[in-house]
């Protein structure tokens, strides 16, 4: 971003406090609100498995843990 807009170094610098500012925004903001997201995600794991086969409950389940994992390492590579 600083490159393509040109920031100057306190353009830089402001723009820095601010993404500070709302990055520590959205992580309270998240903390907040994940139990509410995680009934919902429950509630929908559980009728979708719930119109699911076995084998097919399987499946779900490890698709989820792949998914699972590729957040995980997104997440530690923005860390």
């Known amino acids: ?39 919902l995600q429950d509630a929908q794991t559980e009728k979708i498995n719930s119109m699911l086969n076995s084998e097919q409950q399987a499946e779900y389940t490890r698709m989820r843990a792949e998914r699972d994992a590729r957040r995980k390492a997104e997440e530690s590579k923005r860390k």
């Open 1 to 39: 971003m600083k490159t393509r807009l040109k920031l100057s170094d306190q353009q830089t610098h402001q723009l820095e406090g601010i993404l500070d500012e709302t990055r520590n925004q959205f992580r309270e903001l998240r903390e907040k609100h994940r139990p509410e997201f995680r009934a």
